[in-house]
């Protein structure tokens, strides 16, 4: 298995499904790193020098260690429940979320909706949401009224690698671009 499937297999195992490797998460989404490095080196050729690679390069900045490098976990993107001890924070006035064209007619009348995670996933400034967009086909910004949002009572957290976290954004606060 290549580095970056190595990657992907770590982004399963934390943010969806420990049980392939027969781990468990605690309640705030950690991971033990011993019982984690066991659980892939079963199937593949893995370390803590391969896992602390994915962690040191990962451009999403996706996982952390504790203090002693003795668990790890997601900062976000979970589909299972976990608490991630985030601090509710006041947005910024305006946020972006980008996403692919198929998606457009459904956010129109819906929202965005976190589906199968646990939050709605925003971005701070318009390239990082163009990014995000272009993930998923041609790429569709919308700019979140984040600032009445939170002044009407909605929710903010930012995870440890900055992205913004809500668990909806209603239809009236979202202006496409």
């Not at 318009?126 to 700019?143: C, D, F, N, Q, S």
Request: with cysteine; aromatic share 10%.
């Amino acid at each position: 298995m290549h580095f970056k499937d190595i990657s992907k297999f770590l982004s399963l195992i934390l943010r969806h499904k420990p049980e392939t490797i027969g781990i468990c998460l605690d309640e705030h989404g950690w991971a033990n790193v011993d019982e984690l490095i066991a659980g892939i080196a079963k199937s593949h050729t893995f370390n803590m020098d391969i896992l602390e690679e994915i962690v040191r390069t990962d451009e999403k900045q996706r996982y952390s260690f504790n203090e002693d490098r003795t668990l790890i976990r997601a900062n976000q993107g979970h589909s299972v429940p976990v608490d991630l001890e985030l601090e509710a924070l006041e947005p910024p006035k305006e946020l972006w979320h980008g996403t692919g064209e198929k998606y457009v007619s459904s956010i129109d009348v819906q929202g965005l909706i976190a589906k199968s995670r646990l939050y709605v996933h925003l971005s701070g400034d318009k390239e990082t949401a163009g990014k995000v967009g272009a993930r998923h086909g041609k790429p569709v910004l919308y700019i979140v009224k984040s600032g009445q949002m939170y002044r009407e009572g909605y929710k903010f957290y930012r995870s440890v690698n900055g992205v913004w976290l809500t668990k909806e954004v209603p239809v009236d606060y979202l202006k496409k671009v």
